[in-house]
Nanobody, 127 residues
Framework: QVQLVESGGGLVQAGGSLRLSCAAS????????MGWFRQAPGKEREFVAA????????YYTDSVKGRFTISRDNAETTVYLQMNSLKPEDTAVYYC????????????????????WGQGTQVTVSS
């Protein structure tokens, strides 16, 4: 069992930056690919970014490429999402998920494959 807790959300003006953290407990995340997803009001949860267990591969949805960076620190069992040049359309609740390497050779953009989720952190970008 992996427990995930997101933090770092808040209210920021357009063009600003936030750094989200996802702290894991209960089990090391070194054997998990990790992903960030977001859900805006009235919309489905969508993929934002993912990173392989080794940190060697990263993936981003097109709308955040060049603005967001996902990283991980397996020693600290934490995954980060650095978000720069934020836009009002980035407003959402952001969730991190963990996908076991037993079930997938690489990180995934598919939310249904992730085994564990955090409770989410709200990001609001004002125009």
């Amino acid at each position: 069992q992996v427990q995930l807790v997101e933090s770092g959300g808040g209210l920021v003006q357009a063009g600003g930056s936030l750094r989200l953290s996802c702290a894991a407990s209960g089990r090391t995340i070194s054997r998990y690919h990790m992903g960030w997803f977001r859900q805006a009001p009235g919309k489905e949860r969508e993929f934002v970014a993912a990173i392989a267990w080794s940190g060697g591969s990263t993936y981003y949805t097109d709308s955040v490429k060049g603005r967001f960076t996902i990283s991980r620190d397996n020693a600290e069992t934490t995954v980060y999402l650095q978000m720069n040049s934020l836009k009002p359309e980035d407003t959402a609740v952001y969730y991190c998920g963990a996908l076991s390497t037993r079930y997938s050779a690489g990180a995934s953009t598919e939310r249904g494959l992730y085994d564990y989720w955090g409770q989410g952190t709200q990001v609001t970008v004002s125009s």
